[in-house]
């Protein structure tokens, strides 16, 4: 079965940065959709960025866009997410989630959760 590990939370100071790694296994040779979500208790689970995994079609939330940066190390079947200019709203439980079998991402926010294979999360904490 496919496997999602999400690394790279921990605490930070506002104004800092932060890498987030999702490493899937079995498919470093084929194409999907990769989602980053992120879920502060009581609230719902909010999509903050996708990548077409081997092209350059990102798609990004309003509330990271211009500070967070999608991008793949597609040898290693790694997709990272670049934080900067963290605050306190960026404070979650970070995800990541993949759709196989399909041709394309849908925009930020409009795939059923059901439809992903998610990892277990990641806590990223800015204080």
């Known amino acids: 079965d496919v496997q999602l590990v999400e690394s790279g939370g921990g605490s930070v100071q506002a104004g800092g940065s932060l890498r987030l790694s999702c490493a899937v296994s079995e498919y470093t040779d084929r194409t999907y959709c990769l989602g980053w979500f992120r879920q502060v208790p009581g609230k719902e689970r909010e999509e903050v960025a996708s990548l077409w995994t081997g092209s350059s079609r990102t798609d990004y939330a309003s509330s990271v866009k211009g500070r967070f940066s999608v991008s793949e190390d597609r040898a290693k079947a790694t997709v990272f997410l670049q934080m900067d200019k963290l605050n306190g709203d960026d404070t979650a439980m970070y995800y990541c989630?993949?759709?196989?079998?399909?041709?394309?991402?849908?925009?930020?926010?409009?795939?059923?959760?059901?439809?992903?294979?998610w990892g277990r999360g990641t806590q990223v904490t800015v204080s």
């Open positions: 989630a993949a759709r196989f079998h399909v041709s394309y991402c849908l925009p930020i926010g409009q795939t059923p959760f059901g439809a992903y294979i």
